[in-house]
C-alpha cells in the first residue's frame, strides 16, 4: 500500500524483482501479507492482471472470497493471465462442518480450470481442512495440486502429507509457518509459503540447497536463524504492517503501512525492528 491506502503497484514491482533475483521457487499474489481480505473485487482483478507481468516466476493467485462467484470470476481472470494456479480458502465467518469444507471444495474441483491449491488456516477461518478431506479430494482431484496448511502444529501438517503421499506423489504440502519449513521438508513436505520471505527470501533459499545438497550443518544454522527472526510476528498489534515496516526501511519502496487498523509501530517497536533486521 501507499502512504493513501492505496495500491503501489510500483513498490509491488520492485518487491516481486527482488524476490526474483533472491531465487526463490514461487510467488504467491494477495496472500495474507498481500492483504487479500481487505481489497475491493475490483482492485483484485487489477492486481491479477498487472502483477503477473512483474515476474517471470512461476505464479499463484490466491482468488478466496466469501462469495464463490467472486472466487470462479478471479480464478478465470488468473487463468487468462497465466497463473501457474489459484489458492482457495475454504468459505469463513460461518462455521464449517467438515462434511461442508469437504463438499464446498469439491464445488470447486468441478468448477475451476486448471491447478487449485487449498488454504487451511483454522484460526481465521473457524473450520479445519483435516488430512482426511485432503486425501479424499486429492483423490477425486487431478487438478488439486496441493494444500498450504497454516496450523501450528506440525503434525497437523505432517499427518496430510502421509494421507495424501500414498493417494498422489505429486501432491504438494506446504506449510504456512516459516519455522516449519525444514521440519515440513523432512517429513516429505514440499516447501513454505511464509511472511519471512518477504524480508528475507535469501535465507529461505540457502535452506532449500542446504535440503537438496544434504548439508546438516547449514540447515541446522538455517533452522537457527528462522526461528530467530520469527520474533517479528510478536512485534506490534498486527503482523502484516510490522512486516510491510521491515521492508520499507531495510529496502525503501514500500510505506510501512497496511489497511488494518491499529497496526503502526511506536518508536520503541521500530527501534526493536531495526536491532532485530539490521536496519541503521
Known sequence: MDSEGGIDF????????????ARIDV??????????????LEERITLIRKARAMSPLAMVANVSSTCFSDVLLM??????????????LPPYYYGQTAGQVLSYFRHVGERL???????????????????????TLA???????????????????????????????????????????????MAGGAGVISGLNNVMPELFVKAR?????????ALTHAQRDIGRYMAIYAIGDDFVTTIKTVVSR??????????N??????PEQVQQVDRQFGIR
Open 113 to 135: 480450470e486448471g491447478k487449485w491449491f487449498a488454504y487451511n488456516f483454522p484460526a481465521r477461518t473457524g473450520c479445519d481442512i483435516t488430512p482426511d478431506i485432503a486425501a
Open 209 to 217: 540447497e542446504a535440503w537438496q545438497q544434504g548439508d546438516q550443518h
Open 139 to 185: 483423490a477425486e482431484f487431478p487438478h488439486f495440486a496441493g494444500i498450504k496448511d497454516t496450523v501450528d502444529c506440525q503434525s497437523h501438517t505432517r499427518n496430510i502429507i502421509l494421507a495424501t503421499q500414498d493417494i498422489r506423489p505429486d501432491f504438494a504440502v506446504l506449510s504456512g509457518y516459516d519455522e516449519y519449513f525444514i521440519p515440513n521438508l
Open 261 to 266: 487498523a491499529g497496526g503502526a509501530l511506536s
Open 75 to 88: 480464478a478465470k481472470e488468473a487463468r487468462q493471465a497465466g497463473y501457474d494456479a489459484v489458492m482457495v
Open 27 to 40: 510467488i504467491l499474489l494477495m496472500g495474507s501479507i498481500g492483504e487479500f481480505a481487505s481489497l475491493s
Open 10 to 21: 510500483d513498490g509491488l514491482a520492485q518487491h516481486l524483482a527482488r524476490l526474483t533475483e
Open 250 to 259: 531495510k529496502f525503501g519502496y514500500c510505506a510501512p503501512t497496511s489497511r
